[in-house]
Structure formats: C-alpha cells, structure tokens
C-alpha cells in the first residue's frame, strides 16, 4: 500500500510540475539558453593539463613514498647513472632510437653515421634571451664537468678509433661489457635486436638498434624553458637527418611526448566530433518525423540535441570557472549526455503520442511529464549516484574522478534542461498541433474538403489526418504513419512473441553468455600508457620500436638499501648476493667484493677494515670512481666512518609481456624486503603507472555497481512492483557481464577509459529497460504475452530511435587516429548493442514465461467484476421494490 502511495504522490508532483511549466513556457524555454551563453563566455580560462603523471597514476601509492625516498638519498639529477624506463624519466631529456634499413648498426658506416648524428644533436642551438644554448650548457655533468652521455657511444668511438689505427676491432660484451678504461658498463638498453657471436663465445655479433638518450638540466625556470625549445628542436633536427640518411630510421621520444600525444588526440577528433554530431543530428530529426505534416515534430528532434548541447555548454562554463583543466578523457562526456538526454527526449515524444488530442496543450504536458518524468528521475539519480561514488576521494586514480565529477555535473544539467527548456519547446509544439498547423512552417492545415482543391503539390505538403473527433487514451492510429510506430507495432512485437521464434532467442541469449564468459576470463589490465594517445604519434612509433629491439631486459631497476648495515658480515653479504640472484648486476658491491678477492683479502674483515678499503683503495681507482655517487658514507662520533646508505642496480631478463612480469617482479621483490633481514627499497620512474593499478582503476568500477545495486534496492519501495528492480539488477548484471567479456574479445584492456565506460554502462542498461519493464509490471489484465507487445509498443519505439541516433554517433569515432577513442568507441558500441539485445529481445522473450505473473491478478480482477455485478444486481432489484412501494 505504502509503494502505491508513494508511486502515485511522485506522479502527481510531476504532473503539478508539468501544469507549471506549461504556464510559462517562454521563461523555460529562454533561462536555459541565457545561462548557457553567460556561462560559454567562461572559456577564456580554457586550460590544459599537462601533467600526465597526475592524471594516470594512482594517487596513493607505494611507488610515490618510495620515490620521494630515493630522491631525498640519491636526486636523480645528480646521478651519474642513467636510470631508463619505457615511457617516462623525471626531469627533461630527449631519447631516440637509431635502426639499420638494412645491416647492423655496428657496421663501420652506420657507426659513422650514429656518431655524426651524436655530433649534430649536441651542437643543436637554443636562442634565448640573446645566448645561443647548445647541448653542452644544459646537459648533466659529471665530476669532471664533462656531459654525461651513453655508455655506447664510447664504445662506438673506440671502435672507430681501432678501425682507424688498423686494431682488431673486439666484439662489444652484452649486456655488460668493459670499456676501454677498464670500466663495465650495462648497454642491454642501449643496444638492441642483438644477435650473438656463435655459442660458446661472448661479444655481438650484430644489433639491429641503438638507443640514445641526453639528459637536460632543469634546475630553474629559464632552464626548463630552454629544455622545452631543446626538446622541439630535437625532433625536428631529427627528422631532417633522417630525411638525409634513409638508411637509417630514427624514433624520437622526449620528456613531453607523452603529454603532447595525450592531448593530441583532443585535437584529432575535432572533426570527427562534428561529423557524429551532423549524423546524429540528422537521424534525431528522420526518427520523429513522419508523413503527417501537424503530427510530425523534426523540430523537436533538432531540439533534443539543441538541449544536449546547451547542458554540455553550461556544465564546461562551470568546470573552467572552477578553475578545471581539460584532458582527452573528457571527450567521453558528450556521449554519456547524449545517451541519457536521447532516452529522456524520445521517451517524452512517445508518451505525447499517447495523449488525448481533443486535451488543452497544458493538460497533455502534465500527463507527458507525470508519465516519464518518474523513471528518467530515477535513471538520472542513478547516474548521479554512480559517478558521484567515481567521484569520491577514495578514487586512486585523478582521470577517473575527475571524468565521474564532471559527468555528475553534465548529466544533472542535462536533466534539467529537459525538464525545462524541452518540456517548454514541447509546449509549443503541442499549441502548433491543437491548431492543425504545419510543424515546419506553421501555416494552418486547409480542412480536407478544401484542401482537394488546391495543387498537387500543396496537397503533399499539406497532408494530415485530420481529426475532429476525440481520440481515445492510447489510441496510435493517428501516429501509425511514423515508420517505426507501424513496424514495432504491426510487425515487430508479433514476431518476437512467436512462439516458434522464443527458443531460438534464448538459445542465442546462451551463445551470447558463452563468448562473454570465455572474453570474461582473458581481461587484462592495460596500464600501458600508449593505450591513451594518439596513434600516429612519435609515442606509438617509440613504443613500438622499443618493444620490438628492447623487450630482452626489465627497464634498470633501483636496488637501495636505506640503512646501515654489516656490509663486511659474511652471512650479510650472502644475502646480498642472493637478494639480486639471477639478475643483470650493476653493483658496487659484487665489484667491491672482487676487488678484495684480487688483492687475495677476504672479505670477512673488521668494520673499520671493510670501510677503508672502500674508501682509500676501491673509490679511488679510475675504473670504479663512478660508484662513488652509489655510496653514503656518515662519520661516527669516534670519528669512523660508515656506510648509512647505499644503491645497485638490476636489471632482469624479460620476453613480450614485460609489463605483466615487472607487475609481479615488483610484488615479489616488495614482499622479499618486508621479511629479510637488508631493509631495501626498489624504485624505477615507471613503477608509478604500475603500482597498485589493477585495485586503482577497478574500484570505481566495483564501488559503482554496489551502488547501483543499493539504489535499486532501496527503490523498490518506491516502484509500484518489486519485480521491477529485480529485473533491472538481472537485465544490468548481464549487459556489464557481456561488455566486459565482449571488450575483451575485440583487445580492449581494463584502463581508466574503459572503466568509465563500464560505469556509464550501468546506467545506460537502465535508462533503456526501466520504461519496458515497468510498463510491464503494471499491467493488471490480459496474458503476459500482451503486455509485452503493449510495452514494446509504449517503449520500444523510443528505444530503437535511441540506439539508432546513439549509435550512429558513435560510429565516427571509429575514424580517430588515436587508442584512447578507439577504447572509447568499442566500450560505448558494444553497450548500446548489448543493451539493445537485452530490451528488444531478451526481456521480452523472458517475460513471457517468467514472473510477475499476470494470471492472479485477472483471476482477481473477475472476481471484483462479478462482486460489482451481483451489488450491482441487488441494486437493481431494491430499487424496483422501492418504486414499487412508492408507486402504491
């Protein structure tokens, strides 16, 4: 009882809500548009954000603190050794990746050709403020003031060096090899595509890449300036040696790419964008317009996107006065809008049909609004409720909240302006059809009988079922004109329902849920960053170049020890050496240790002992003075000192799915440090995109669907049928199962956009079923197959003209050239198809023999009737008896 009170309070308020908008249409109609202008000019304060760091990498994690502790021990601009990784190093540089068109790099004239482009890149001239800067004045510098470059390149020079003076030129060592100052040095990413000297031998036979990397100096603002017109300059020295040197192919990446083909993409679906929105724009008017030209309402298909637009318009205005600035990832925004403003719009356009035509204007507005405004109100609080829960603090990744806080702010706008300067623009053409006036140039219509007297061609634009008479309440025969009114009515819902046809659906349904089960258990997180830029971008070109020549070894990995320990322990220096067991090694220590051992000393010495050895003979050889850097010595209060800190580096042998067995490589190697006895940390620049990324992005996710379940079983006293909500968790559960493993199966990885897609599918499986199911659920006569034909005639209609204008603005994102839209179209695509395949077919093939059951209640319904009857009979017959008496 409590439910049918509620349910019928809240449509009367939106009748009532109706009746006053209809009482002052101008006001709605022209506020909505007043605020949007205001709040548009606000785009003065447009802004991009330029750090992609912040925005897809988990805010709270331990990557972050180790890294703000690697940076306090050993600042990474001071560092002597190069630290690389796949996609980003702090501070400024510029990268480039060297291949042979034909040949090995190491051959005489392609290592001629690598040092003349060293040579051009380091004299590469920076006007500024009068001053020319060259390589040399921002480079980093090492203790003896010379810039600091690729291991490499020396060994190139020394080839070349021996090939001038006629020496045997000895094959490089990989990955470590020995340069000519006695000195090991890791060049497993230097050199790439690596074919060895036959077995049994070490040294490299060929190498198919170089890798080369210049690290720039950016400690004030006029030197990140500068750094940032070196870095320009860079890529397009680059390209023209390129141009000059076909036999090469050159790869450039710098400090910036990343940010730079992130927001490319921005820019690259400009155009696009537009296209979607003249396709959509164009089907919106084709799908409520119809032969009968007062019937007919193209206008208000114009203005369901007119509305769509205005709140896109006014929710920006907000966010850039806010102070917000823009990314890529909000180009999914229109579409969430669009998606919930088509539903609302065609819905109340189907709910107007079904009005009395002989009602005042005002009268149908509050029964379009009593009739639709419920259900959209509720899907809308959804939405709200969904990303609000994206939007909330505990979200660990900033794109992900910041997308769900600004779809928050869009889709209450959106609402808003439908309730009023739609509902307003409704009212108006409402007045345009009492009066019979043609729907695009607002000439009244000629009765029939003067109308045959006109020309032909008046006739054509003039038709209309012209109607004196009342219509009944449900009465379609005035719209069985539209195209898809007649199909889903007279066609469409008699096919479905077929008997013969059932076993099929649900035999396909079954084929659906098996290939979403068997993409289900292959999800993969894509933490790759290359999966959110542009694809014909100097990233892509990098990344790919990088995985095919350098997939053989991990980015170096940070190996640090924050405190004291007894280096000179032997037990100690076991673990130690067993800690970094099969890694590539770039240790002091290991080189400390062999150190002692050709001295013939063991290493079981005493501290005082270990530490001068370390510091007066082993620190002050030339060939290992670069250790020094990896060292913190601290004076005792006895005036000893000792090692309170110290680093090494590692690297391990990796295959193609390097990012997945770093992932685990980084769990394993954290869990080892919380057990041993050496307290260490490890750190490399990217860890920062992998840490803890899986529970990042899929939180918001999971934290959304419990949310959504919440609701929709907190609302279940306010629909007028529990099964209502039982059937939307059902239809929800589905559509999200068949797009996760559907996505899967066309290679979409679980990242932040694909998430905020999943979100809004929620959502969307909503909007679309709720109307159907409801229309369902109250119905109290006939068979259950008949209410599902009168709930696809109520409600199919507006949700086969959504997914018709959804999906044909979705198809131009197809044609952007970047990852991040192609994620974007296939998640959307695949929800409106699943979706539409739940409404359009499954629902009302299961409802036809699943409950609510509609036998009880007409069993119910004729016992009423034959109560009223017989009252009605014993009435009759005392009524007789009394004038009769009165009679006599």
């Not at 699943?834 to 409950?851: E, K, Y």
């Amino acid at each position: 009882m409590l439910r049918q009170v509620l349910h019928e309070g809240l449509k009367t308020s939106f009748h009532k809500l109706g009746h006053f908008v209809a009482n002052h249409p101008v006001f709605f109609a022209s506020a909505p548009v007043l605020l949007s202008i205001l709040l548009g000019a606000s785009f003065s304060r447009y802004r991009i954000e330029e750090n992609v760091e912040y925005l897809l990498a988990p805010k709270h994690s331990l990557a972050k603190i180790e890294g703000n502790l690697v940076d306090s021990l050993f600042p990474v601009n001071r560092s002597k050794h190069t630290l690389y990784s796949d996609l980003q190093t702090p501070g400024r540089y510029g990268r480039v990746i060297v291949t042979s068109r034909k040949g090995s790099v190491l051959e005489p004239h392609h290592v001629d050709l690598v040092l003349k482009l060293h040579s051009t890149i380091t004299h590469i001239q920076v006007p500024m403020l009068g001053f020319n800067y060259t390589f040399a004045h921002l480079c980093l510098l090492d203790d003896s003031k010379n810039c600091i470059v690729d291991d490499i390149l020396r060994a190139l020079e020394e080839m070349r060096t021996a090939r001038a003076s006629n020496r045997t030129v000895l094959p490089l060592r990989y990955p470590i090899t020995r340069l000519k100052d006695g000195r090991e040095a890791y060049i497993g990413h230097q050199l790439g595509g690596v074919t060895p000297v036959s077995s049994g031998r070490e040294g490299v036979r060929t190498a198919r890449a170089l890798q080369l990397t210049y690290y720039l100096q950016a400690a004030s603002p006029l030197n990140e300036v500068v750094a940032a017109r070196w870095e320009l300059l860079f890529c397009k020295e680059l390209e023209s040696f390129g141009k000059a040197h076909p036999e090469l192919g050159l790869y450039p990446f710098t400090s910036s790419s990343l940010q730079r083909d992130f927001q490319r993409t921005s820019r690259v679906s400009e155009r696009p964008l537009l296209f979607s929105l003249a396709v959509c724009l164009s089907l919106a008017v084709l799908c409520c317009s119809m032969r009968d030209c007062v019937r007919t309402k193209p206008w208000l298909g114009l203005l369901a996107l007119v509305t769509v637009s205005l709140a896109t318009l006014t929710s920006a205005g907000i966010f850039n006065l806010a102070g917000g600035k823009y990314n890529s990832t909000y180009l999914g925004i229109p579409f969430i809008m669009l998606g919930h403003g088509l539903f609302g719009t065609f819905e109340m356009l189907s709910s107007w049909r079904r009005t009395r035509e002989d009602q005042h204007v005002k009268e149908r507005v509050a029964a379009v609004f009593s009739d639709c405004m419920l259900p959209f109100t509720a899907s809308t609080a959804l939405h709200l409720v969904t990303f609000g829960i994206g939007a909330s603090p505990f979200t660990n990744i900033e794109a992900v909240r910041l997308f769900c806080r600004n779809a928050c702010i869009s889709v209450l706008f959106n609402y808003l302006y439908i309730l009023t300067f739609y509902g307003s623009n409704l009212v108006f053409a409402g007045y345009l059809e009492n009066n019979y006036r043609h729907s695009l140039f607002c000439r009244r219509v000629p009765k029939p009988e003067l109308l045959q007297q006109k020309p032909a061609w008046y006739r054509f634009l003039m038709y209309t079922h012209y109607n004196e008479e009342a219509a009944e309440p449900g009465d379609l025969r005035a719209y069985e004109t539209h195209l898809l009114v007649a199909f889903m009515k007279r066609y469409y819902c008699d096919w479905i329902t077929n008997t013969y046809v059932k076993p099929f659906v649900v035999l396909f349904y079954l084929v659906y849920v098996s290939f979403a089960l068997m993409g289900y258990l292959q999800v993969s997180e894509g933490s790759d960053l290359s999966n959110v830029v542009a694809t014909e971008t100097s990233t892509i070109a990098y990344t790919r170049a990088q995985q095919r020549y350098f997939s053989s070894y991990s980015p170096v990995i940070g190996f640090y020890i924050y405190e004291s320990i007894e280096y000179w322990n032997t037990s100690v220096q076991e673990d130690l050496l067993e800690y970094t067991k099969g890694f590539e090694r770039i240790s002091w220590f290991e080189s400390y240790l062999n150190y002692l051992h050709g001295l013939n000393i063991s290493t079981s010495l005493s501290r005082s002992n270990f530490t001068e050895h370390l510091r007066s003979g082993f620190l002050r050889q030339p060939r290992y003075l670069h250790f020094s850097d990896d060292i913190i010595f601290a004076k005792r209060a006895d005036g000893e000192f000792d090692v309170v800190a110290s680093r090494m580096f590692l690297v391990a042998k990796t295959t193609e799915n390097k990012r997945e067995e770093m992932s685990i490589l980084l769990d394993t190697l954290r869990k080892l440090s919380l057990t041993s006895r050496v307290k260490f940390i490890i750190f490399n620049p990217s860890f920062v995109y992998m840490d803890r990324y899986a529970s990042s992005v899929g939180a918001p996710l999971k934290n959304s669907c419990i949310a959504a379940l919440f609701l929709l079983f907190f609302s279940t006293f306010l629909a007028a049928d529990p099964l209502v909500n039982a059937w939307l968790t059902v239809t929800v559960a589905s559509v999200e199962f068949g797009v996760v493993g559907f996505m899967t199966l066309w290679q979409v990885e679980l990242d932040c956009m694909s998430v905020l897609c999943l979100i809004y599918g929620v959502n969307y499986a909503v909007d679309s079923s709720a109307p159907l199911v409801s229309a369902f659920a109250l119905g109290r006569e006939s068979t259950r197959t008949r209410w599902v034909k009168v709930s696809l005639e109520r409600h199919g209609v507006p949700a086969l003209q959504s997914y018709v204008c959804y999906g044909a603005a979705l198809l131009p994102l197809a044609a952007v050239p970047s990852n991040l839209t192609r994620t974007l179209f296939r998640c959307l695509f695949l929800t409106a198809l699943i979706t539409a395949f739940h409404c359009l077919a499954i629902l009302p093939v299961l409802l036809t023999f699943l409950p609510p059951s509609k036998r009880k209640r007409r069993e119910r319904k004729n016992v009423t009737e034959n109560q009223e009857e017989i009252e009605c009979v014993e009435m009759a017959d005392s009524t007789r008896v009394v004038d009769q008496i009165t009679t006599v």
